[in-house]
């Protein structure tokens, strides 16, 4: 690649070749990179003028041709034709909003093609042309300004993209018409600079996309973008967060965007459940981005994509989230300890299985009560494949011991899907009883209210229950501010389409309130005016 410049240089002023072909993927900046190389050489180039052309949305060889001529510009100030072809582009601009003029369009286009005569000539996106111009007739209109116009031409496309019947006429017209062909596949951390090279997370980004050589430009927009949008809610965080936010935030960026990955941002937390099995597809994707340093899906990440998807976020819920990730590295430095162990796995070449095992075995002795259950996950199924005889299930019943006694609903149901043994899980489900009966709709919604923000667990509980056990939820409950936290909760949980758990929930709330109005004349009047409702008659 450095001399893919100097290359095209030499074939500009090369007095036989003609037509020169610029293949190369999706994004990697090829117009980007000849745009620079015309911006750099025009000086030093004998030809008259200088034409760019995409045929993304042109429909035949009329339109093409007629676009080399208007979109060209000179690159020399003192030639006749620069001076013929401005006062005809200013003819043909009038001539085409006048009726009886129109009709010589077809003198007009034999004067404009007369006139490209010693062009350079660039024809870009040949992949996206559209069907009515079939790759024969443009390879034959190519052919024909550079034997007759003294045209040199330059043709960009991605080979990759192309149908197999433009492919295949490419390669019957080949030897022909194209005298020159390069690839033009920069290296990474070449277009990485491009968009990051003053930027404070530059080496991050070269470090993060090595193994799978983001050249991407792309792709690498996008990650710069999302990372200079949350990073006025991360900056002041501990340097262990703050760096896991960051690879989080460019990793999850890059498999939504990435075509050959396949999947949105969204689906990553089902690529890396722990709790169901995986079709082979799944596990090769968990395993090519693994290498990129993701070792499994955490809660907060939910905000983080849809901030990718969608654009936007629940900013208090983030800012929630970050603080606690703050204080947990603050009060036992979790997060440095677990990017330093899992530093013996995927930094390098140098660390044996039993610097992997001593690390990771280590870490669970130190650490067991504080690692949350998807941090777990990973470090025993890789101390599984790496460890002779490990008994996995005897962590895993340790871990459930030290977390019974938790008040999260949520965790109390995974830690019953995670064990086999038999007595725990009689012990869990009579915490859950317990659980169920100071568990309710309304001290979900009560704690939502309040902090004006709350976790996956709490959308779950509430997108689980139907139109009926909301209503009966509303006719039944004798809390006094009963009104004034649904009210509150309606403003946070919209009637939207979607389906997830608090797009559910929020539908589901709307109608069982639709319901409500429907009992007597002070219900429907309750509804009306105390939630503002707009009801049907």
């Known amino acids: 690649m450095e001399n893919f410049e100097e290359n095209v240089v030499s074939f500009l002023k090369h007095d036989e070749k003609k037509v020169l072909v610029i293949k190369g993927k999706w994004g990697v900046g090829k117009t980007f990179k000849w745009n620079k190389i015309v911006e750099n050489h025009s000086n030093s180039l004998d030809f008259s003028n200088y034409s760019y052309i995409s045929l993304f949305g ?245 905000e983080i994509i849809n901030y990718i998807e969608d654009g936007w976020m629940d900013e208090d819920l983030f800012k929630k989230n970050v603080l606690a990730l703050n204080q947990r590295q603050l009060e036992n430095n979790i997060s440095s300890k677990l990017t330093e162990v899992w530093g013996f796995y995927n930094n390098n070449f140098l660390s044996t299985s039993d610097d992997v095992i001593r690390g990771l075995e280590g870490f669970l002795e130190e650490h067991l009560v504080s690692v949350s259950l998807r941090e777990l996950h990973p470090i025993l199924d890789t101390l599984n494949e790496l460890k002779d005889k490990f008994k996995k299930s005897e962590w895993i019943d340790k871990y459930v011991v030290l977390k019974m006694d938790c008040d999260d609903p949520a965790l109390i149901k995974q830690l019953k899907h995670i064990t086999n043994n038999q007595d725990l899980i009689k012990k869990i489900e009579d915490k859950e009883k317990d659980f169920n009966q100071h568990h309710s709709i309304y001290a979900v919604l009560s704690k939502i209210v309040k902090n004006r923000g709350w976790n996956p667990e709490d959308e779950e509980y509430l997108g689980n229950h139907s139109v009926d056990e909301i209503f009966e939820f509303l006719v039944s409950d004798d809390n006094s501010d009963l009104l004034g936290v649904v009210r509150e909760s309606m403003g946070i949980f919209n009637p939207t389409e979607g389906d997830k758990p608090r797009d559910v929930f929020g539908r589901s709330l709307h109608e069982a309130l639709r319901r409500v109005s429907e009992r007597s004349k002070l219900d429907h009047y309750r509804i009306t005016h105390f939630f503002n409702m707009k009801l049907d008659d």
């Open 58 to 302: 042109l429909d035949g060889l009329k339109e093409l041709q007629s676009g080399v001529f208007y979109n060209a510009r000179p690159m020399k100030s003192d030639t006749n034709s620069s001076t013929i072809k401005s006062n005809l582009k200013k003819v043909g601009n009038i001539a085409k909003n006048i009726p009886q003029v129109s009709k010589y369009a077809n003198a007009m286009s034999a004067i404009e093609n007369s006139l490209v005569n010693d062009y350079l000539i660039c024809i870009d996106d040949l992949e996206r042309k559209s069907q009515k111009l079939s790759m024969s007739t443009l390879l034959g209109y190519v052919s024909n300004l550079s034997e007759s116009s003294k045209c040199k031409i330059v043709l960009i496309f991605n080979d990759d993209t192309l149908n197999e019947e433009d492919k295949t006429e490419i390669d019957r017209y080949r030897e022909k018409v194209i005298d020159l062909e390069l690839e033009y596949s920069p290296k990474s951390v070449n277009n990485i600079d491009i968009e990051f090279n003053h930027h404070s997370c530059r080496d991050l980004i070269c470090n993060t996309f090595k193994s799978e050589n983001l050249n991407n430009i792309r792709i690498i927009k996008h990650i710069k973008w999302n990372l200079n949008g949350l990073m006025k809610f991360i900056k002041d965080s501990e340097d262990a967060v703050k760096f896991d936010l960051l690879s989080t935030i460019a990793i999850l960026t890059y498999v939504h965007h990435e075509p050959s990955i396949n999947i949105r941002a969204s689906e990553i937390e089902r690529v890396f459940s722990y709790l169901s099995d995986k079709e082979d597809s799944d596990k090769n994707l968990q395993k090519r981005i693994s290498s990129l340093g993701y070792i499994y899906y955490a809660d907060h990440e939910a």
